[in-house]
């Protein structure tokens, strides 16, 4: 049993939780990214689940396994390189067949994940792509028993991998890192041109693909140069998804495994593990690069600061070539020895049926049905109503937290204790912060200022763009991240906006479009809701909202719109100061969003011109 817990949070009086993590988008619509419930049980959804508009991804417990937390994050080996890999084999010497992966009612083992990665990095290394993977359904006599990569190195060559949420991804990852690669996951939803940048800038030697995308890749793999090949089928164990979470094993030496990989001298920590394309909403994409010594640390931050264990159970519906996808809903978990389910495609409906499977036929015996641990949010501040919104159909607060591409997690409100509303909380573990005033100068703790971040997880670098590295830090080592933040009496951080995009300068005010958005959306008629500063000649930019009106929105007359300008400027009289009031008013059918759900400001402002 755990003690109580903080505002918005139930204590814990049972062991059975399907614990962690709906963790779900938010954007400027009511879609808030996970959250926290007691044992609920229903027939139905909830009425105004749909409105919510839920994505992306859960995190469950289930009983009976002991929570195993990892050490602490101050606690980072020498040699940082592949912990993740390494940790998924101390789960298999802990507890052979462990399940990993759950896919399309198959599940598949830390073992068979990390047997089929020997293979394909064999494969990459000996440059032997043709070859598939075949074995007996438990994976063990396809186990290879000779050295990691035949004793050869991909020697930080990048390697391609596009795949929808799978096994064959999660192999292809830990078979580049295995044979001293870099992984660069590859969008399975960009636009032939789109693939041909990343895969050109970030000079792609091998594409891993999975058989739905062999055309595409085959045909872009042949335009860039780069060597083709299909992801082996990994094994999985059962195609019952309900299954107990144990399967017998054949004798295998995981220690060995782990001892061959940890006295490796091939990678080290401070090598190129992984390259990340920014989703250009400043430019063009740019590619991240992260060591291993880095994703070490942030996995190890996040299973910290979020208690990840391996009582844990994650329902994935993120992309996983974004680092919420990648980090938070799988890196962490796995290095945790928690399980993680990738949903297939996303739905309010399908997420709570998934949900409701755990629960007995005839709903008498709730207490041992899975719950929901933990609800967080992310990707794009929360409007405060929508906050609430929530809160009043769960009882229960998200947690907001923020992170970039280039450190992945900064600020996060707390697992337990006082979460505040509209705010990103504070600091993870051994993560500094800093503002920027306009002047470069630092402001005090209550100022406001560009946020700038120092962690083990930062960045190495953008690939090929030593200039644009150079510029995008200040003295100390602190990342200049573009967003405008202020800190409240708490020490609890805000986001105002994107400085480049969210940011205005009306009439010598500095005004932050995502307050101005946060009070719209409190508008009966508005469903969702961007505002953004356009050229004016009297007041260097003028507030513009853009609006896509509820639905059901009622009109007097067919030319008559949902909502005119100066109804919502008589509506916000007593809301927003004069000067943070909409001048300019567009009424829209929907806005423009990137793949994690985030309004593109950007082509907005190029609609507008």
């Known amino acids: 049993m755990r003690g109580a817990a903080g505002p918005g949070m139930s204590a814990f009086t049972s062991p059975n939780r399907f614990s962690r993590l709906i963790h779900l988008d938010s954007c400027r619509r009511p879609l808030p990214t996970s959250f926290r419930c007691p044992p609920l049980y229903s027939p139905n959804p909830p009425a105004s689940s749909s409105a919510l508009g839920l994505r992306r991804i859960l995190r469950f417990t289930r009983p009976p396994s002991p929570r195993v937390f990892s050490a602490s994050a101050a606690e980072l080996p020498a040699n940082t390189s592949m912990e993740v890999v390494k940790a998924a084999l101390k789960h298999c010497s802990a507890q052979p067949g462990s399940v990993a992966l759950r896919v399309r009612q198959k599940s598949y083992s830390y073992a068979q994940l990390i047997s089929s990665a020997r293979i394909i990095c064999n494969l990459l290394c000996t440059g032997d792509l043709n070859n598939s993977c075949t074995g007996s359904m438990n994976g063990v006599s396809s186990i290879p028993v000779g050295v990691i990569g035949e004793g050869k190195s991909l020697d930080g060559a990048r390697i391609g991998i596009v795949a929808k949420p799978s096994a064959e991804f999660v192999a292809g990852v830990f078979a580049t890192w295995l044979g001293g690669g870099v992984a660069v996951p590859l969008a399975v939803s960009y636009p032939e041109a789109e693939l041909l940048h990343v895969m050109n800038d970030s000079d792609v030697s091998v594409i891993l693909s999975t058989e739905e995308h062999q055309e595409l890749m085959k045909n872009v793999a042949a335009k860039c140069g780069a060597q083709f090949s299909l992801i082996p089928d990994v094994l999985s164990i059962t195609s019952d998804i309900n299954s107990h979470d144990k399967v017998e094993m054949g004798e295998v030496d995981f220690e060995e495994w782990r001892k061959e990989i940890e006295d490796s001298k091939a990678i080290g920590g401070d090598d190129n593990a992984l390259i990340v394309y920014t989703s ?125 591409t280039e450190f992945v997690m900064a600020l996060s409100n707390p697992l337990l204790g006082t979460r505040k509303g509209g705010t990103v909380g504070k600091p993870l573990p051994h993560v500094q912060v800093r503002i920027l005033a306009e002047n470069d100068n630092g402001t005090d703790s209550l100022g406001v200022g560009e946020l700038c971040v120092r962690s083990p997880s930062l960045f190495k670098e953008y690939w090929k763009q030593p200039e644009v590295t150079k510029e995008s830090f200040v003295d100390g080592g602190f990342f200049k991240t573009g967003d405008t933040v202020k800190v409240d009496e708490d020490g609890y951080y805000i986001i105002l906006g994107r400085s480049s995009a969210d940011i205005m300068k009306v009439g010598g005010y500095k005004l932050s479009a995502l307050e101005i958005e946060s009070v719209i959306l409190e508008h009966p008629v508005v469903s969702e809701c961007s505002v953004l500063g356009i050229p004016d000649k009297d007041y260097g930019e003028a507030v513009c909202a853009i609006i896509v009106p509820e639905a059901g929105a009622k009109r007097e007359t067919e030319s008559r719109p949902a909502l005119s300008l100066e109804e919502l400027r008589i509506w916000s009289k007593d809301k927003l100061a004069p000067y943070k009031i909409p001048t300019r008013l567009l009424l829209w059918d929907s806005l423009p969003r990137n793949a994690m759900g985030k309004v593109n400001k950007k082509e907005l402002k190029k609609l507008l011109e």
């Open 280 to 404: 250009g909403t400043t430019g063009k994409p740019k590619g991240v690069v992260h060591t291993h010594k880095g994703i070490t640390a942030q996995v190890k931050i996040l299973t910290e600061a979020w208690e990840y264990s391996s009582s844990d159970q994650f329902l994935h519906c993120l992309p996983l070539h974004h680092v919420h996808g990648l980090f938070n809903a799988l890196l962490a978990p796995l290095y945790a020895g928690s399980v993680v389910e990738f949903m297939p495609k996303f739905s309010v409906r399908g997420i709570w049926e998934r949900w409701r499977e755990s629960f007995p036929k005839d709903g008498t015996k709730v207490d041992t049905a899975i719950t929901v641990f933990t609800g967080m949010c992310g990707s794009s501040a929360l409007p405060y109503p929508l906050m609430k919104q929530w809160e009043s159909i769960t009882g229960h607060r998200l947690l907001e937290r923020y992170g970039m």
